[in-house]
């Protein structure tokens, strides 16, 4: 029954990457302890998609992944599993950026205020931001993981990760055009592999030296990479803004 739904939800995911990881393998279970699973509805189906913890209080995903009744369950390696470690949160405030653009996917990126801290514990840590002039360059190795497809056609419940190589932006302004800005996002994946984020990873972090460079956003609909996903480094200032916004009003 479970897996033929969700079987069903990625069939049904639209052209952006709901979530998944194709030629990655099973991640250590609690290696990723940022790694947040994320369920939402959006109207007559329940999708999912990927995010990380980047306080005890806020998870950072894709602006794409915005529906009703949001959830997240922290401390996760088998989601469809009763765990020791998960904590299942209710998000209390979706705030997706102001100039997300829902045909093009521009600024796909959104904080998710929890209705609760996250108990911090050796399955559940934050993950850190860059700072100012912490680039990635074309070449340098990062990963990516999520709960999304493994196989175009085949699904998983446990933790899959990938290593993907940061491309030049020219390799996705040629595949996606206008669609591509090098300024908010960054080209990933070796277009000569069978590697990639795919269905059900999206809003997922791109990891670079221990640092989240990247959030999944989408690519082609056939799964190949590289993909496009957003440069955390220019959303910045609207991280912190957006939090400590937040954060005051609580204690109106
Ligand atoms: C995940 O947990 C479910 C429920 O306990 C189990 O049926 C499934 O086989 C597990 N998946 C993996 C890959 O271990
Ligand atoms: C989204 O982007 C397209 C292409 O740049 C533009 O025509 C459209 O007005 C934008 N939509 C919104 C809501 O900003
Ligand atoms: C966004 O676009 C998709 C397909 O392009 C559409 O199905 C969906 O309803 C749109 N969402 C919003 C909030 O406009
Ligand atoms: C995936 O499944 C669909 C429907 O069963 C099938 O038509 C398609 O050929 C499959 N694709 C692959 C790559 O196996």
Redesign the pocket.
């Known amino acids: 029954m479970q897996l033929v739904f969700l079987l069903l939800a990625f069939l049904l995911s ?2 952006a990457e709901a979530g998944k990881i194709i030629g990655g393998c099973e991640a250590k279970p609690h290696s990723r302890p940022y790694m947040a699973f994320v369920r939402f509805k959006i109207p007559e189906k329940t999708s999912r998609c990927g995010g990380f913890l980047v306080r005890e209080d806020f998870v950072l995903t894709a602006a794409h992944c915005l529906g009703s009744k949001i959830n997240v369950i922290l401390g996760a390696h088998n989601v469809t599993k009763v765990e020791e470690t998960q904590q299942h949160i209710p998000v209390r405030r979706a705030i997706p950026h102001d100039d997300y653009n ?2 093009t996917k521009a600024n796909d990126i959104m904080l998710l205020q929890l209705e609760r801290k996250a108990t911090l514990s050796t399955a559940v840590r934050t993950l850190k931001l860059p700072v100012r002039g912490d680039q990635v360059k074309p070449g340098m190795t990062c990963s990516v993981a999520g709960w999304g497809r493994i196989q175009v056609n085949r699904s998983t419940d446990t933790l899959h990760e990938v290593e993907l190589k940061i491309q030049k932006d020219e390799v996705c302004k040629s595949l996606y055009e206008d669609l591509y800005n090098n300024a908010i996002q960054l080209c990933v994946g070796d277009p000569k592999k069978e590697e990639t984020s795919f269905k059900g990873d999206s809003g997922g972090p791109l990891v670079c030296n221990n640092v989240a460079q990247g959030i999944v956003s989408f690519g082609k609909k056939n799964g190949k990479p590289p993909r496009v996903y957003v440069k955390i480094l220019s959303y910045l200032s609207w991280i912190k803004r957006t939090m400590k916004l937040y954060k005051l009003q609580r204690s109106d």
Request: glycine share 24%; proline share 25%; aromatic share 0%.
């Open positions: 639209p052209g829902n045909s």
